[in-house]
């Protein structure tokens, strides 16, 4: 295109010149002692025009030849980066379709090739991530650190999930601290962070984070307050606990999450542990006021204690207003047998056992019989409850 206009140009050029000197009879006089020439001022605007050009042509040629090498270079460095290009491109589809050894290979390829050799070495390094070589990762990773600092977060990110599932939770959180130290608010460092402090059973940490990871809306609320309750649970389930830190863990439960289920229960078992059943029955019946639940309900008859008839009047208000239920049954029936009502226990737990057929019921009936000298029942119902706890 360029050359074209140079031509059209040219063209115009001529024809004006050509016109502005139609019908001129002047002439240029050349002296150079002894010679002298005479030539019309036409034939001598063709000579200078026709100089003009073949100095044009001269000098491009003279351009051309001197820049060959530098031309040559350029072109065989576009081939590079173009086939550099296609090889990373290549390695992220492989890797993505689950070829990783062909991704690690590409990857390595267009490293070579110098397209993006940061970028390139971590491709390879998720690649024999992936394939289970944790040798080839390593190296990869170091290549990746001496190739460009600018990508320093990224080979972090990634060493830090290989550590994570290689199950080596105590280096991972060594490194995610570094970089949420430097990074407080990175909603992917946290999360990390987050399966770290879960591997190591570090269930206040866990709570702190999924506190953090509130703000950030980046992760389901239903799956943060899986999370949270799941740490309560744990914490609450130390048995290192003793009476005065399992007070204390309890009062910074916050009122929300005392009435979870899962968490009431936790408590309960705990107090029950370390035999303050008065305390373990309130937590159910606060839990019970919110949401009925059975695993609670059979809960709320095991403890034994002195309030026994106080339960025993509670448990009979519930089952006005949940007839039948297999749960309550069974726990009106331990706490008929905690106050020695013989009959009215073994009728609340052959009614149980009628709702639904329970290994615990079983078991606190064969119990019963034994109490009371019915050794044959007793059997029965022992043979039963091991039965149904081999078949479930």
């Not at 990871?213 to 740490?231: F, G, S």
């Not at 606990?241 to 007070?247: F, G, S, T, V």
């Not at 029936?333 to 329970?358: D, T, V």
């Amino acid at each position: 295109m360029k050359g074209l206009l140079w031509i059209v140009a040219l063209s115009a050029i001529a024809v004006v010149v050509s016109l502005a000197l139609q019908g001129s009879s002047g002439y240029a006089l050349f002296v150079l002692p002894p010679w002298r020439a005479e030539v019309s001022l036409n034939l001598l605007a063709v000579l200078l025009a026709l100089a003009f050009l073949a100095a044009y042509f001269l000098i491009r040629l003279v351009s051309n030849t001197l820049s060959l090498g530098s031309r040559v270079r350029a072109f065989r460095q576009r081939r590079k980066d173009e086939k550099g290009r296609n090889a990373l491109l290549g390695a992220i589809r492989a890797l993505f379709e689950g070829y990783f050894e062909r991704a690690e290979k590409l990857a390595s390829g267009a490293r070579d090739l110098g397209a993006a050799p940061a970028l390139a070495s971590l491709l390879a390094a998720r690649a024999a991530q992936r394939r289970r070589d944790f040798g080839r990762r390593d190296e990869w990773l170091e290549r990746a650190k001496s190739d460009e600092q600018s990508w320093r977060l990224s080979r972090l990110m990634i060493a830090a999930e290989s550590l994570l599932e290689e199950r080596r939770f105590d280096e991972a959180r060594r490194l995610l601290l570094e970089l949420h130290n430097e990074m407080p608010r990175h909603a992917g460092v946290l999360q990390l962070l987050l399966r770290a402090e879960q591997g190591l059973s570090d269930w206040d940490e866990v709570l702190r984070i999924v506190k953090l990871l509130e703000k950030k809306d980046v992760v389901p609320a239903e799956t943060l307050e899986t999370l949270r309750v799941n740490a309560r649970v744990a914490i609450l389930a130390r048995k290192t606990l003793n009476a005065e830190d399992l007070a204390q863990c309890w009062d910074e439960v916050p009122r929300a999450e005392r009435s979870h289920i899962a968490v009431a229960g936790a408590a309960a078992r705990a107090f029950m542990r370390l035999g303050d059943c008065r305390k373990a029955h309130k937590i159910i019946e606060d839990a019970l006021e919110r949401q009925w639940d059975g695993v609670l309900v059979a809960l709320y008859g095991e403890c034994v204690n002195e309030d026994a008839l106080e339960r025993l009047e509670c448990a009979e208000k519930w089952l006005g207003e949940h007839p039948g239920d297999a749960d309550l049954l069974l726990a009106l029936g331990r706490l008929c047998a905690q106050r020695q009502l013989w009959g009215k226990a073994q009728s609340y737990l052959e009614a149980s056992l009628a709702a639904r057929p329970s290994q615990a019921a079983h078991l606190a009936l064969a119990r019963l019989f034994d109490r009371i000298g019915r050794t044959e029942d007793a059997n029965r119902h022992f043979r039963e409850s091991a039965e149904l706890g081999a078949s479930g």
